[in-house]
């Protein structure tokens, strides 16, 4: 078939002790067709190239924090040195931790190989949905949300224990 020439930038992140954040998807289109009527499983933001900007970065940091409050914790979000990683003032259950710039993978545990772990997922489920339709004999297509759908599984997949070594091999990088 034609391929598509959507694209999506996402967001996810996790603790050392392994807990998951949520993830933020930013597509191109504030409401997509697919979406009417349906339920999306993850933050959802738009803007014209699907590019994180400092404003959806800042709404999705709050959004964390108040979720943060509510279970009465709080945290520290380490990030890159990135253009759209701005500092956000009056944060109360949140404090970023900004690396120096050109850090390496060296010392961001999410590059150690989680994000490698979610397209490894994705693209697993991907071609599994891609035979079922060969073998259906059906033209295999797949939208936004689909995609969306696949990619939430596939954060779900990743193990702890990957978390957990990713985050022990930058530990053990930066003794």
Not at 12 to 41: Q, Y
Not at 109 to 137: C, E, S, T, Y
Request: with cysteine; charged share 20%; proline share 5%.
């Amino acid at each position: 078939g034609k391929r598509s020439k959507g694209q999506i930038t996402v967001l996810c992140g996790a603790s050392a002790l392994r807990e998951k954040l949520p993830l933020l998807v930013i597509g191109k289109s504030k409401m997509p067709r697919c979406f009417r009527g349906e339920h999306v499983p993850v933050m959802f933001e738009a803007n014209s190239r699907a590019w994180m900007t400092s404003e959806i970065f800042s709404q999705y940091v709050r959004r964390l924090g108040r979720s943060m409050a509510t279970r009465k914790r709080k945290i520290e979000l380490i990030l890159n040195n990135y253009p759209a990683h701005p500092t956000i003032e009056w944060l109360i259950n949140i404090t970023l931790f900004f690396l120096p710039p050109n850090t390496t993978s060296h010392t961001q545990p999410m590059d150690a190989g989680v994000i490698r772990n979610i397209k490894h997922h994705f693209k697993l489920l991907f071609v599994w949905l891609m035979i079922a339709a060969m073998d259906n004999q059906q033209l295999f297509q797949i939208n936004l949300l689909q995609a969306v759908h696949i990619l939430k599984d596939s954060w779900q997949n990743v193990m702890e224990r990957t978390i957990k070594n990713c985050f022990r091999h930058v530990e053990e990088q930066l003794t």
